[in-house]
């Protein structure tokens, strides 16, 4: 073969170049992530595990969790949201006159439409929704003059997608979020549902053991096998429930005189479950958190 | 049998030689035009591999449109936004000041004062006469720019000079700001250069 070596350095340059392009690009841009601070905060984030939830990851690993569920959240779209929580003392129609006065604003300009659209079939009723859309100087101007009113309005960074419609997420999953996930259990299918936020939704150690013994007890319709292994269904001592047993309804619990104790493994495991909470605004994936204290 | 003998009587004589001819040039058209198309695909969603841009935010000014504007950090963009539409036309954007019309603001020791009651003073009464600034003599006359503007504005501006530009010194409230307003009253007058030295700092 003539052409030997051109053919080597073809090949070299092809596998070279998708190597540089997957591997080694990826590794330059994500490689090096640290914790980073949570958005308005000194937060640290994400936090470093307990001991006990690091090595329920390797439970979640070795019993296929990721076959059927996912951790990781998508985003489609963000906006940019100017709602309306209270009038103060004006009446409705007189603060839609006002808006439509407003529009001359050169910064609200671009955003007359839509503004105006909003009220069109608006009753007085609050919150509403004023404005969504891209332009954080609409946003900025329109609750300034809002305020200098009296009428008491909320601006927020609002991340948008079905994941986070449905309840899974707050917003989109970044790298940093899998710092100390080894490994990283991302998941691409969802017999069940995404676990990002798990932790958030069921924060009770106990709620997840219970699920993981008997899934139909806490979630009607759960698809989810029962992980009896992960318990240990022993004779109650002197006719006395230890500790740690499981507190089940009567028509999920073992009959007779047995009582379920949840395995070292069933802790790590649900430890590790309500530890995943990635619920707070990073810079890489900014929104605006809902306090409940006003 | 026969198709033995098809196949030996077709069989090539030797070894097949590589011919070097170009390639065509409907390809070359593609390929440049498929890398086209690459490119500017990569240009509008590739956020130029920028580790802390995803999607579905396209680039770092967009990601940036979506920081949630509130504490300090939007502070700093408000202070910038009233600098340069009020203060920057005769000062600068950069804080350099111009000559014959406003002294530089950058490492000027009437923004690097310890406390901050001199400098709300400016804005708010206006200067009239020579003032020395960084060594040299500005003979100039500066209205009261900041009766204008709020509180919360006129802090955020003063806070934005006192931290710009190498500035390092402390911020500005918008209560000290109010404080200082009411202290001043309905009619300002400018100050001279003596007067604003005479002011506690």
Not at chain 1, 104 to 119: D, Q, W
Not at chain 2, 96 to 103: D, F, H, W
Not at chain 2, 120 to 125: C, E, T, W
Not at chain 2, 151 to 176: F, I, Q
Request: with cysteine.
């Amino acid at each position: 073969m003539k052409t030997g070596f051109a053919v080597f350095l073809a090949a070299l340059v092809a596998l070279g170049a998708s190597w540089f392009g997957f591997v080694y690009g990826s590794l330059a841009q994500l490689g090096g992530q640290k914790q980073t601070v949570v958005l308005q905060s000194t937060d640290n984030w994400p936090p470093q595990r307990t001991g006990e939830a690091t090595l329920g990851l390797q439970i979640y690993r070795e019993y296929g969790c990721a076959a059927c569920h996912t951790e990781q959240i998508r985003q489609t779209d963000a906006a940019n949201e100017v709602s309306l929580l209270s009038l103060g003392d004006h009446k409705p129609q007189e603060f839609r006159d006002f808006i439509q006065s407003m529009m001359i604003v050169p910064e609200l300009m671009p955003a007359s439409n839509c503004i105006v659209g909003n009220l069109e079939t608006w009753n007085g009723d609050v919150p509403v929704t004023l404005y969504s859309g891209d332009d954080s100087t609409v946003v900025s101007t329109l609750a300034a003059k809002l305020k200098s009113v009296g009428v008491k309005s909320d601006a927020r960074v609002v991340a948008l997608g079905a994941d986070i419609q449905r309840g899974w997420g707050t917003r989109r999953s970044v790298a940093a979020d899998y710092l100390y996930d080894q490994p990283v259990q991302l998941g691409n299918l969802r017999a069940g549902p995404d676990l990002t936020l798990i932790g958030v939704r069921e924060p009770d150690v106990n709620w997840q053991l219970e699920h993981l013994y008997a899934p139909r007890s806490t979630v009607k319709n759960s698809t989810m096998p029962a992980f009896r292994a992960l318990f240990e269904v022993r004779k109650k001592t002197g006719g006395l429930a230890s500790s740690g047993a499981l507190v089940l309804p009567p028509e999920f619990a073992p009959a007779g005189d047995l009582e379920v104790v949840p395995t070292a493994e069933a802790r790590e495991l649900a430890a590790y479950l309500v530890s995943l909470k990635a619920n707070v605004p990073l810079y890489e994936a900014p929104f605006t958190p809902v306090t409940t204290a006003k | 049998m026969s198709d033995e003998n098809k196949s030996c009587s077709n069989a090539p004589q030797g070894e097949p030689t590589l011919n070097r001819s170009a390639a065509p040039m409907w390809i070359i058209v593609v390929t440049l035009t498929l890398l086209f198309f690459g490119g500017l695909y990569l240009d509008s969603h590739g956020g130029w591999f920028n580790a802390k841009v995803y999607t579905p935010y396209n680039s770092a000014e967009r990601l940036e449109a979506f920081q949630p504007q509130s504490g300090a950090a939007a502070a700093a963009a408000q202070g910038k936004r009233v600098y340069e539409s009020v203060c920057g036309i005769c000062h600068g954007a950069d804080g350099a000041g111009k000559p014959g019309q406003a002294p530089p603001l950058a490492g000027s020791e009437w923004v690097l004062t310890k406390g901050d009651n001199r400098l709300v003073h400016i804005p708010l009464q206006g200067l009239a006469g020579a003032l020395s600034v960084k060594g040299q003599t500005w003979n100039l006359n500066m209205a009261a720019m900041g009766v204008a503007l709020s509180d919360a504005d006129l802090a955020a501006v003063l806070t934005y000079l006192r931290t710009s530009w190498g500035n390092k010194a402390g911020e500005v409230t918008p209560d000290e700001v109010k404080k200082i307003r009411a202290a001043i009253g309905g009619q300002p007058q400018p100050l001279s250069g003596d007067q604003l030295t005479k002011l506690p700092e």
